[in-house]
């Protein structure tokens, strides 16, 4: 499945940001879905995931926990990272990815995902 990422951008420290993640797949609710995010300097690290159809399951990286949602709308083969109360920490570029594998799990593990996004750039100005 080929995916696409947009809605970054410049926030200033305490805004919101809603990324968007489309899939070119109608199948796309077979799918898990996850936000990884890399910070200039920094390893790629997982940020969400969300399992397979309607989305039940859900699991967070502590530093995002309490401000980030995951979700997704398979009528839409899209799925989204609302992120509020936006810190400088969160600037990064933000990448979603895929699983076809036991989709009906979630996963922070990066190698466990077959396909990728190109990114989107967030920057938090404090």
């Known amino acids: 499945v080929q995916i696409t990422e947009t809605g970054g951008g410049l926030v200033d420290a305490g805004g919101s940001l809603r990324l968007t993640c489309a899939a070119s797949?109608?199948?796309?609710?077979?799918?898990?879905a996850a936000w990884f995010r890399q910070a200039t300097g920094k390893e790629r690290e997982f940020v969400a995931a969300?399992?397979?159809?309607?989305?039940?399951?859900?699991f967070y990286a502590d530093p995002v926990k309490g401000r980030f949602t995951i979700s997704r709308d398979n009528s839409k083969n899209a799925a989204y990272l609302q992120m509020n109360s936006l810190k400088s920490d969160d600037s990064a570029v933000y990448y979603c990815?895929?699983?076809?594998?036991?989709?009906?799990?979630?996963?922070?593990?990066?190698?466990?995902?077959?396909?990728w996004g190109q990114g989107t750039q967030v920057t938090v100005s404090s």
């Open positions: 990815a895929a699983r076809s594998r036991e989709p009906w799990a979630t996963s922070d593990q990066a190698n466990e995902y077959d396909s």
């Open positions: 797949s109608r199948t796309f609710s077979e799918y898990a």
């Open positions: 969300l399992d397979w159809g309607a989305g039940s399951r859900s």
